[in-house]
């Protein structure tokens, strides 16, 4: 028993990392891409060589697609099947309940299936997360700083968001180096501050995002993750993933695969969450 709250502890906070993994704005503006391109980058003067007019209209129109796909909403819930191997083994009996409002608060109760007990229940905020151990009834309540500084990764409450409701995350527009269309697919490459990522897109007017790969700026990290987003519907009005696997590679590997059951969006949500008097604190 002791061996699997381990295992279920380690999945909480890699869920939570993985939720905020890679935090700066999603792709929200299609910029001009002429001052997008530094001539210092080895792999935009690539870019540069292949640039033209009519290629630098496909990419405006393809970034301004991608933001025309962007999930805007006020509130979202969802019941999403969690399957996680790491370092401490493979776990596929995890049930995780999401609730979310919009720039105020996600909810998070994670069942262990195996046992059908409510192991964990995490209230995340802008400025705080709280974790709720209900098999050892304790309460450990942290900043997002704190989580920041312990991960080593940079994210904040906004893009927890877009992870969650499958918005592109950490790509940065401003920043094209690369772009192609092949096969009937489009890949298109940025770099940031921390990342540098490639996007592979579906073409044509319904586009969709399948794939995303990351890799660390700072290659003495060699941190990489590749989150790959599948199974789409449109049962709400948007194009939705029901399903996303997450790979991140530095020192461990680390697998998670998210399968969203049930979601709902924009409907009437309640979160009550209390820290029980009988609770230790950490």
Known sequence: MKNFQNRIIQAVFFLLILMGLFAAPGCRTAKKIQTAISKKDTTANMMNQ???ADSLLRINRTLAKLDAKHINFNTFSAKIKVEYDGSLGKQSNIVAYVRMIKDSVIWVSMYATVFNVEAFR??????????????????????????????GIPFDFGTLQDLIVGNPIYFNAEHII???????????AAIGKYFKQLLTLTGGDNMMLTHSKLDDVDMTRNRTADITYDNYENNTGFNFSTFREIIVSEKNKLDIRLNYKQYEFNKE??????????????
């Open 178 to 188: 690369y772009y192609k269309q092949l096969d009937g697919k489009i890949l298109i």
């Open 50 to 52: 292949q640039t033209t």
């Open 122 to 151: 995490i209230l995340i905020k802008k400025d705080s997360v709280i974790v709720l151990d209900k098999l050892n009834k304790t309460a450990i309540v942290r900043s997002m700083n704190y989580l920041q500084e312990v991960t």
């Open 269 to 282: 949500l309640q979160v009550i969450f209390n820290i029980p008097k009988n609770y230790d604190l950490k």
